[in-house]
C-alpha cells in the first residue's frame, strides 16, 4: 500500500449514499469490472468517463451512509479510486472500505482547500493532505493501527491469510 498518494481530486457534496456510490439496479453484477463501470453513478452521471486510476474522490460529512451495501466500497476499490477524503465517513461503509484495502482519510477542515480538479498529496503516515498547486497544507485524523495494518495488507483477507501462512 502506498503511503504517500498523489491523485487529481473529484470533489462531492455531504451525505453521498451507498445507492449515489453504486446504484441498486446494477446489484446482480458481480464481476469487479463491470461493478467500477458504474462507481459514483447517481452521484454525477458519467464520471467514469473523467475519472482516471488513482484519483481521489472528495466528500464531505456523512460519505457512504445509507444502507450497508457492501458493493459501493468494491466499486470504488475495483475503480481503481487511490484514497477518499472526507469530513467524516458513515461507519459500515468506513469498515466496508477499509475492509477492502481502500484507504478512507477523515479530514475535518477539508473544506479550506480549494478541491475540485487540483492534485493533491496525502501523507498517510504523517496524516496531511497537500494541494500541489498552492501547497497550503492542512491536518487529517490518523488511522488507526489496526486499519493501517489492513490497508498495508491490501484488505482484511489479505491480512488473514498472511497471518496463517506464518
Same mark, same amino acid.
Not at 456510490?21 to 446494477?26: L, S, T
Not at 477518499?84 to 472500505?97: D, L, V
Not at 498552492?134 to 483477507?157: D, F, H, Q, R, V
Given at each position: 500500500?502506498? +503511503?504517500?498518494?498523489? *491523485?487529481?481530486?473529484?470533489?462531492?457534496?455531504?451525505?453521498?449514499?451507498?445507492?449515489?456510490?453504486?446504484?441498486?439496479?446494477y446489484?446482480?453484477?458481480?464481476?469487479?469490472?463491470?461493478?467500477?463501470?458504474?462507481?459514483m453513478?447517481?452521484?454525477?452521471? *458519467?464520471?467514469?468517463?473523467?475519472?482516471?486510476?488513482?484519483d481521489?474522490?472528495? *466528500?464531505?460529512?456523512?460519505? *457512504?451512509?445509507g444502507?450497508?451495501?457492501?458493493?459501493?466500497?468494491i466499486? #470504488?476499490k475495483s475503480?481503481?479510486?487511490?484514497?477518499?477524503?472526507?469530513?467524516?465517513?458513515?461507519?459500515?461503509?468506513?469498515?466496508?472500505?477499509?475492509?477492502?484495502?481502500?484507504? #478512507? $482519510?477523515?479530514c475535518?477542515e477539508?473544506? +479550506?482547500l480549494?478541491?475540485?480538479?487540483?492534485?493533491?498529496?496525502?501523507?498517510?503516515?504523517?496524516?496531511?493532505?497537500?494541494?500541489?498547486?498552492?501547497?497550503?497544507?492542512?491536518?487529517?485524523?490518523?488511522i488507526?493501527?489496526?486499519?493501517?495494518? $489492513? #490497508?498495508?495488507?491490501?484488505?482484511? +483477507?489479505?491480512? $488473514?491469510?498472511?497471518?496463517?501462512? +506464518?
Amino acid at each position: 500500500m502506498q +503511503k504517500v498518494i498523489t *491523485g487529481k481530486t473529484h470533489v462531492f457534496g455531504i451525505n453521498v449514499d451507498t445507492d449515489q456510490i453504486y446504484p441498486g439496479r446494477y446489484l446482480e453484477l458481480v464481476d469487479p469490472e463491470e461493478i467500477a463501470r458504474h462507481c459514483m453513478e447517481g452521484a454525477r452521471a *458519467g464520471f467514469m468517463s473523467e475519472f482516471v486510476c488513482g484519483d481521489i474522490i472528495v *466528500g464531505g460529512t456523512n460519505f *457512504g451512509c445509507g444502507s450497508s451495501r457492501e458493493q459501493a466500497a468494491i466499486a #470504488l476499490k475495483s475503480a481503481g479510486v487511490g484514497a477518499i477524503i472526507a469530513k467524516s465517513f458513515a461507519r459500515i461503509f468506513y469498515r466496508n472500505a477499509i475492509n477492502l484495502g481502500l484507504a #478512507l $482519510i477523515v479530514c475535518p477542515e477539508i473544506d +479550506k482547500l480549494a478541491l475540485n480538479g487540483e492534485e493533491v498529496t496525502i501523507d498517510i503516515e504523517k496524516g496531511t493532505v497537500t494541494n500541489n498547486s498552492t501547497s497550503i497544507k492542512i491536518s487529517c485524523e490518523p488511522i488507526s493501527e489496526y486499519a493501517m495494518e $489492513i #490497508l498495508e495488507n491490501g484488505g482484511i +483477507k489479505n491480512m $488473514i491469510r498472511a497471518r496463517y501462512k +506464518k
